[in-house]
């Protein structure tokens, strides 16, 4: 058996796994969903063929898409999540004590129920009394909240599918409706070395700047994503990542992270200059 | 035609680029070289099937292997650099007009005379009347000299094959014996991810901490290496490459850099905890 699973990165470029096997595939309204099982990286799963997590790396994504917000600003309570159905972005912040609120809200139940059975290390905030699941279009449900939320987290897919709304300049005005006065928006944003995702990084970056006074992005290491170099947006209306970040305190908290700590979240902020006239051409 | 380049970064792992045409293929004393050319990385060569540099992202490895210690002590006048017969390391070396002297120790010619021909941009320093060029075991080499370099630069390939001695705890003592009061080791440190390279990372490591009371690593997103994480080791008797940087300095030299920048620089030496811990077991 030589069974390969393979991602295009670009038009001539792939990254290939080898897999055990197939647990499943199914296909939702909106997409389809595969599980496989590999040595090297664990098990994974994709989204009309894009991996999504695999459990090798999925602490990295999921680190810092939500300790760089929470230790930026420790008076988070109310927090929205727009997609992230593997679970892993609400089991981070569900470690916070300080939480009162997690609305999360993913538009496909069967990346929710497929992930339960397959990654439940993954999903295991899911059940948290604090946490409230929607399954509903992001899109739809943000546009009728306003100053409601501390920290919104847009934990999506590529803006191909099911994700395009969440990069449109609408949801990005009715996300900065949805915060309160010091409210912080994190999204995932793409990467910049292949032309494909670049463009998408560019337009993110472009849209959510004309809403938000401070708009920054930050890098990280993600082997299994195209190029393993990968961002994250930090728009806020008052809080700057890199300043107002009070180490120490967030130390205090004593919670153990296998990527996150303090150092490297300022140290994500400084990004290679390509990137930064990317950024600023877009 | 659908010709595809493939790399395993661990023998579960492949990269794969789709390849216009091959342009060169030999075996030196050494080494089997072969160079390609694609759409998406520019041309490319392999030594022994692993690619080394692709003209898409080559300045990210050549700016950081060279300006991070040459910002961290502006005082470097004498230069060795091991490896490196694509020559971009010499070409970053050769911008600072208080650089005197370039000794370039290349274990194999014909890695040279084929970069000339189809790496022109990178192999642009060589001719600079400040470098001497050697065709020798760097290993053997570095064995004579004491006291005499303030930076040694290892650009090896992996502790396969020739670049193997370049690794060993014998070499990292004659680096810190050929090195000045005052001098700076820096080499190419593999990748923390999939184990094949974590382990020579942790190896490595271990070694040159045993000779330099400062030994750091620090990261770097190199999209065609294993992961796209790959890590230089910086040693030194005296600097420390954070705190001794004075960004302002650097900066009124005026070069322009595509991937290095002095915040980038600071931030490259917060690493993950992964890492962190790998390390410290080593």
């Known amino acids: 058996m030589d069974l390969w699973f393979s991602e295009y990165h670009s038009k001539d470029v792939k990254f290939s796994v080898r897999i055990e096997k197939q647990l499943y595939s199914g296909k ?22 894009y991996i999504m997590i695999t459990e090798k790396d999925e602490f990295i994504y999921h680190d810092m898409i939500v300790h760089v917000p929470m230790a930026t600003n420790p008076s988070i309570e109310n927090v929205l999540v727009i997609g992230a159905g593997d679970g892993g972005t609400v089991r981070e912040l569900t470690r916070y004590n300080s939480i009162k609120k997690i609305d999360m809200v993913e538009i496909d139940k069967l990346v929710v129920d497929v992930c339960k059975e397959y990654f439940p290390n993954s999903t295991s905030g899911l ?8 399954y509903e279009d992001g899109l739809k449900f943000i546009s009728e909240k306003v100053k409601e939320y501390d920290l919104i987290i847009v934990d999506s897919t590529d803006p191909i599918g099911p994700g395009e709304g969440l990069f449109t300049s609408e949801f990005y005005k009715n996300c900065y409706n949805a915060l ?4 912080i928006l994190v999204n995932q944003h793409e990467s910049p070395f292949y032309p494909e995702y670049a463009r998408l990084m560019q337009r993110s970056h472009k849209r959510i700047k004309e809403f938000f006074p401070i708009s920054k992005v930050y890098q ?21 990542p ?15 992270t296998r990527y996150y700590n303090t150092d490297i979240h300022k140290g994500a902020f400084a990004i290679p200059n390509y990137v ?3 950024l600023e051409k877009s």
């Open 28 to 49: 939702s309204d909106f997409q389809r969903i595969d599980v496989f099982e590999t040595k090297e990286l664990g098990k994974f799963f994709t989204l009309d063929g």
């Open 180 to 183: 309160k006065i010091n409210g």
């Open 127 to 134: 059940d948290d009394s604090r946490v409230s699941l929607y």
């Open 220 to 240: 990280v290491h993600i082997p299994t994503y195209a190029s393993g170099h990968w961002l994250f947006g930090f728009a806020s209306k008052t809080f700057d």
């Open 242 to 256: 890199v300043s107002d970040l009070d180490a120490d305190r967030w130390n205090s908290l004593g919670l153990v």
């Open 276 to 278: 930064k006239e990317l």
